[in-house]
């Protein structure tokens, strides 16, 4: 890392200030926020990181964890490799998972698959951790562009971290499932490339604008996007156009080459879809 690079070295539980060095580039947790609002967090009572509490109850001797969202995540479930079997709930069910174990005497809970679920109503919906507008440095350039596809993706791993990224973790997998821009990103690329491969002469901002102009707002229940953030309906400072629609794009500049083709011939009538 260049001398040049400032940073803070924030010692933590199990990272001490002697375990810094110059050839990590890491970023803090964003808690600063919930502590603005709610006061300092109690780490007598709370982990920072879901992860470290699932070490935690490992070495206590738990064999399962019930891993309940704050208001902070709502009820979006995001999946992440856990070191116990782990049922991951919303808040609401979370709050009532807790006043059971306070009320009953001798509380018991089942853990158990019941396999993968399909045609989940309403979907997509925007993340909770999806990035939002409005563009505070350059109010007259509107954000986000559009969204797409980010959250539980199964996606390639290396073997060179487990994949839940602890050292106590042995394990070692060709796949993860992860969440966030860094899942999305590679889809719009994905898209944008294959639309430059059909069409070459187009520029950046011709595929930018054929992405957005083919993207949709609604559901699968034909409801606006929903925000997970706060259950609502999203706008566009936080769904953009809207959500990537590949096929759509395709069928839509497909047919105005066609529209545009036929318009030069007086002998041709366009097809109307």
Not at 41 to 47: H, K, S, V, Y
Request: hydrophobic share 35%; net charge positive.
């Amino acid at each position: 890392m260049p001398p040049k690079w400032k940073g803070l070295c924030q010692a933590d539980r199990g990272f001490a200030p002697m375990d810094c060095n110059r050839k990590i580039v890491g970023a803090r947790i964003f808690y600063s926020g919930y502590k603005a609002s709610s006061g300092p967090i109690n780490e007598t009572a709370e982990l920072k990181s879901p992860r470290r509490q699932h070490h935690v109850v490992k070495e206590a001797g738990g064999i399962g964890i019930i891993l309940t969202n704050t208001m902070a995540n709502g009820e979006e479930l995001v999946a992440d490799s856990h070191l116990l079997s782990v049922v991951d709930v919303g808040e609401i069910e979370g709050i009532t998972a807790k006043k059971y174990t306070k009320t009953a005497t001798k509380p018991t809970s089942t853990l158990s698959f019941s396999g993968t679920k399909i045609g989940i109503r309403p979907s997509p919906v925007v993340a909770v951790f999806s990035s939002r507008g409005p563009n505070y440095l350059t109010l007259e350039i509107l954000k986000p562009d559009l969204i797409a596809i980010g959250v539980n993706i199964l996606a390639a791993w290396s073997g060179d971290a487990s994949p839940s990224i602890l050292a106590s973790d042995r394990r070692r997998v060709g796949f993860n499932i992860l969440s966030g821009t860094s899942m999305s990103c590679p889809h719009i690329a994905g898209v944008a490339a294959l639309l430059k491969a059909s069409h070459p002469d187009w520029s950046p901002a011709q595929i930018k604008s054929a992405l957005m102009t083919t993207a949709y707002v609604h559901d699968n229940t034909y409801r606006l996007l929903k925000d997970a953030a706060t259950g609502e309906a999203s706008t566009p400072f936080q769904h953009g156009a809207g959500h990537i629609h590949p096929r759509g794009r395709s069928a839509r500049v497909d047919s105005t080459k066609r529209y545009r083709e036929c318009s030069q011939r007086p002998d041709c009538k366009p097809l109307v879809e």
